[in-house]
């Protein structure tokens, strides 16, 4: 394969960004693109604009070595450009589904621009059919104009995004002419996993398939647990077996908590529901899917309510902001969706998350943020774990527990050791784990925890 391409990267937040570095690791000569001056300004610093494990050393590593470079300037980031590669992260619209006007804006604008002979990589998550019709709007504003189209969907996942990228499982490049798929696979030159080479539709609904069965498979997995509690069983252990039955598989994404978020896999389950309501099919399933998602993200509320009678005035501690550990982003994320709840309905919430980056305005509400775990547990009358961050599981809870108005910890994310902390003195409740509200109110939970 050919090593050594110009390549430029439009849309630098995590998936543009985590893509600009990783290309340039492998001999590309890559221009990372973005309308933001302080996005650029900080990448030249070598300052990401989301956190990610490895990335800003991987972006200082690689401006250094003259392999990546960063700028505002559309033309002069795309002129000389064999590959162009959309890589904006498609917004969301109030539904969920994606708001494509960013990403029809940016080709329009891009057009006057592109190289001729240039291949454009569409790795935005977008909706099927969406490369054919960026394709035809290029030929129709430029029809002397050679050029390429192929789709290869984004594949990140988020705190291990490098690795994944530099090794996936799975490789999906979609192409409507054989010499675009070809062009395409010189660019991943470095990826020895499984590579599928199919149409440009089909690549699009590839990704939405991937994304609406682990939908599935999470709301099963906490379906599963829901019961569990009530029966006093370990879902962890079912989910153990389950992985071991062979049709089922150790990958299977079967685990209780909260539910799927951070945007991406309900963006999937949006256009294809979409779909079926267009086409007349019914999806049956993956409306169930959206309704169990919904419901298990009320189940912390839920629970509240039940040891406590009520949520107004009830003092509470949130440790973790972020829809996952191992990234700073906000968007899409339940256990703020749980926060804004509990505010509106007039809890009093301090939060701790050690990376989430958000302005109060980028929320819609005001939130007492606190600068360490402890500060946050103080007084509270119940701590909610809603973020799976390694370090809550180092929390001297022994020592924080004479600072609580009562010790009733729901662990939504299973982080913390459930029995470590029941021996400590605290009314524990994950999700899944055989223990549910009922079951605990033997142990004179709600009456020596309600106030």
């Known amino acids: 394969m050919v090593k050594g391409r110009r390549v430029s990267v439009i849309g630098l937040w995590h998936l543009g960004t985590v893509t600009a570095a990783c290309l340039s690791s492998f001999g590309h000569s890559v221009v990372g693109i973005d309308a933001n001056l302080e996005t650029i300004s900080n990448l030249k610093k070598g300052i990401p604009p989301i956190y990610e494990p490895g990335l800003a050393e991987l972006v200082a590593q690689k401006q250094k070595g003259g392999d990546l470079s960063f700028t505002t300037d559309l033309k002069e980031g795309i002129a000389n450009s064999e590959y162009v590669i959309i890589a904006l992260d498609t917004p969301l619209k109030e539904d969920n589904s994606p708001d494509l006007k960013p990403i029809i804006d940016l080709i329009t604008n891009s057009v006057k621009y592109l190289k001729d002979g240039c291949l454009l990589v569409i790795s935005s998550q977008v909706p099927v059919g969406t490369s054919e019709e960026i394709r035809s709007l290029i030929q129709k504003r ?36 054989k010499e675009d798929s070809e062009m395409a696979e010189q660019l991943y030159w470095f990826v020895e996993s499984n590579k599928v080479m199919v149409d440009l539709r089909t690549a699009e609904m590839i990704k939405h398939s991937i994304n609406s069965f682990l939908a599935c498979e999470m709301s099963y997995g906490n379906e599963i647990g829901n019961l569990c509690d009530e029966l006093g069983i370990d879902e962890f252990r079912v989910a153990e077996a389950l992985r071991l039955e062979p049709r089922i598989g150790k990958n299977a994404q079967i685990r209780s908590g909260l539910g799927f978020s951070g945007g991406t896999i309900a963006r999937d389950l949006a256009v294809l529901r979409e779909i079926g309501r267009k086409k007349g099919v019914k999806t049956p399933l993956l409306d169930a899917v959206v309704r169990v998602n919904e419901d298990q993200n009320h189940l912390v509320i839920k629970r509240l309510e039940e040891i406590f009678g009520r949520i107004k005035g009830l003092r509470v501690a949130a440790l973790g902001l972020t829809y996952k550990p191992g990234t700073s982003t906000i968007r899409n994320s339940v256990p703020l969706q749980i926060v804004r709840e509990l505010v509106g309905k007039g809890a009093s919430v301090k939060a701790y998350d050690p990376k989430a980056v958000f302005n109060m305005s980028d929320i819609g509400f005001n939130l007492d943020r606190c600068g360490s775990a402890a500060s946050a547990i103080k007084s509270s009358d119940a701590i909610l774990v809603l973020t799976g961050w390694p370090e809550f599981k ?54 020596r925890k309600g106030k």
């Open 394 to 447: 180092e929390l001297d809870f022994a020592k924080l527990k004479p600072e609580m108005a009562s010790p009733v910890v729901i662990d939504a994310t299973n982080t913390l050791d459930g029995k470590r902390m029941s021996g400590m003195g605290f009314s524990y409740l994950g999700i899944g784990r055989g223990k549910s509200v009922r079951n605990e109110k033997q142990k004179g939970l709600k009456q």
């Open 142 to 177: 430029r029809p002397s104009l050679r050029f390429g189209i192929a789709c290869i969907p984004e594949n990140l996942q988020l705190g291990n995004a490098i690795a994944r990228f530099k090794l996936p499982d799975l490789l999906v490049i979609g192409a409507d002419k």
